[in-house]
């Protein structure tokens, strides 16, 4: 079955340090999101990524989907104490009988340390 | 608009017992979905409902099911709890089915099966 691999699985960084997590599907994906969890509360969806090499940017964030649409990462430049939490991708692929299987990898959690 | 809501927030079941946790959402969404998330784990989909009338199994939907009660309800029941199935359960929906389609999730429930 598709498996989504995201590394890494932790991430510690001083303020205003940048951040990086990449996410790898074993199959072709349709798609891919990227969702963000504060500690204690509910996954938060943050974008979507459709075409292959898309480059999309939310203030100091930016998404990347890879050329083959396997591969996608999530880059915050200066990180800052609000950007704590954990940051998942899901990627989604095409199953067939137009049916779409979606799978989370398992997280990468942030911390930023003042 | 209240989006996606969810009780209980907590309970605390003995092994055997057997539960019902709810989900609504006011959105008018056609797809809703059931997730646990375990530590380390991600989220895992248990089982999900395209639309009205329609259930489909996830990733892991042994010792769960579901009832897709009218567009906005979507119940997950635990027939025996096991304390495996110990985790934290979000519901979600989205507009239409997994496919480029955003999923807004529910405040989660807590549950501790011993």
């Known amino acids: 079955g598709q498996q989504v691999m995201q590394i890494p699985q932790y991430q510690h960084v001083q303020e205003g340090e940048d951040f990086t997590t990449y996410c790898n599907s074993s199959t072709t994906l349709s798609n891919i999101q990227w969702y963000k969890q504060r500690p204690g509360g509910h996954p938060v969806f943050l974008i979507q990524l459709v075409k292959s090499g898309e480059v999309k940017k939310q203030k100091r964030l930016t998404f990347q989907f890879g050329e083959a649409k396997k591969n996608s990462s999530l880059h915050i430049t200066a990180t800052q104490t609000t950007d704590v939490g954990t940051y998942f991708c899901?990627?989604?692929?095409?199953?067939?009988?137009?049916?779409?299987?979606?799978?989370f990898g398992k997280g990468t959690k942030l911390s930023v340390i003042p | 608009n209240a989006g996606v809501t969810q009780t209980p927030k907590f309970q605390v079941l003995k092994t055997g017992q057997s539960m019902t946790l709810q989900c609504a959402q006011d959105m008018n969404h056609n797809s809703m979905y059931w997730y646990r998330q375990d530590p380390g784990m991600g989220l895992r989909l248990i089982y999900y409902?395209?639309?009205?009338?329609?259930?489909d199994k996830g990733e892991v939907p042994n010792g769960y099911n579901v009832s897709r009660l009218n567009k906005r309800e979507f119940s997950l029941r635990l027939e025996s709890a096991a304390p495996s199935q110990t985790s934290v359960y979000f519901c979600?929906?989205?507009?239409?089915?997994?496919?480029?389609?955003?999923?807004?999730f529910g405040p989660g429930t807590r549950l501790t099966v011993l």
């Open positions: 409902s395209a639309s009205e009338g329609t259930t």
């Open positions: 899901a990627g989604i692929a095409y199953s067939g009988a137009g049916s779409y299987q979606l799978t």
């Open positions: 979600a929906s989205s507009p239409t089915g997994l496919a480029y389609n955003e999923q807004f």
